[in-house]
């Protein structure tokens, strides 16, 4: 058997050497896509609800929310575990599924249940399923600090560059399952009512609320056929600066508009913070962390964060 195998590798030498220089190469492609982890995912397929009430007190939260979403829960096919985690103003319902089963069909089942329960919660909540990621889904955090050209950027603009440019471009990397952004301060327009001039000009807090609600936001008319044209016609009222806001009538009074600059200050501040981000000994610091699709190449993933 070895003589005729050595005989017939003599004779087809150069098809024994394209096998050989197929075989290697197969070999060096497997070598450089090898899924590589320093802590392997084994994790169940995991789906996560997490929502958001502001101003609820953990009962209330467990009360109204987390109680009837886990009721609702209850049955789903391929469902092992079913836990939840009450905070102020938050709830996390936690699902665990068998090993086998698809994470897209999970999260589907998920959906579905939660649908069928949301009209029933409290008004006012906002959320939804977490990201495709596991608890060993963090795999890249990354600082932003000034470019060197001698500004000071502020925490806030910083935020603000995390949020509305890295963040989003981050997102679009192969693997990438989301991007959080932690530290730094959420730009806000604030709204500071001035009790006296309500009083003074006879208007409440509700009216005040009401007129911010409904001068921020473009509204669609008809059209105007005008020769071989057709002409559009809209109202632009989207809110872009401050002293937008501060040109917006809550009401006329005496036939002249009280404007909410007569009413209230506003200002540019930032979102209610409860935590900070702070690196080497130097302060507070803005950072984002980046978190693996489950299933995707942890190795590839992160060398696709680093080239963008």
Do not use: C
């Not at 059209?223 to 559009?232: A, F, K």
């Amino acid at each position: 058997m070895i003589a005729a195998l050595v005989r017939f590798s003599l004779i087809q030498r150069l098809m024994v050497l394209l096998v050989t220089l197929g075989i290697s190469a197969a070999g060096l492609w497997s070598f450089n896509t090898l899924p590589i982890d320093a802590f392997p995912d084994i994790s169940s397929p995991q789906v996560q609800v997490i929502i958001k009430a502001n101003g609820m007190s953990p009962s209330e939260v467990e009360q109204r929310i987390t109680f009837p979403i886990e009721m609702e829960m209850q049955g789903i096919p391929g469902q092992t575990v079913l836990r939840s985690t009450t905070k102020y103003a938050l709830s996390v319902i936690v699902i665990d599924f068998e090993d086998d089963m698809d994470i897209y069909l999970a999260r589907n089942l998920v959906t579905e249940r939660l649908n069928q329960v949301w009209d029933s919660l409290p008004a006012g909540i906002e959320g939804g399923l977490a990201p495709i990621t596991t608890p060993l889904g963090e795999i890249f955090m990354y600082r932003i600090i000034s470019d060197g050209s001698g500004k000071d950027y502020s925490n806030q603009e910083l935020r603000s560059l995390q949020d509305w440019v890295i963040r989003p471009h981050l997102r679009k990397v192969d693997g990438v399952a989301d991007v959080n952004s932690l530290g730094g301060e959420v730009r806000t327009y604030e709204v500071a009512i001035k009790p006296e001039a309500l009083v003074k000009h006879g208007i409440s807090v509700d009216e005040v609320e009401h007129a911010l609600m409904e001068s921020n936001r473009n509204a669609g008319g008809d059209r105007i056929n005008q020769n071989d044209e057709v002409l559009l016609v809209r109202t632009v009222g989207k809110l872009n600066s401050i002293e937008d806001i501060n040109n917006i009538a809550v009401r006329t009074r005496y036939g002249k508009p009280v404007h909410i600059s007569d009413v209230a200050e506003v200002r540019i501040g930032n979102m209610t913070r409860y935590g900070a981000v702070t690196a080497d000994g130097e302060g507070e610091a803005v950072t984002g962390l980046v978190l693996l699709r489950k299933g995707a190449n942890s190795l590839k993933t992160v060398a696709g964060t680093k080239k963008h």
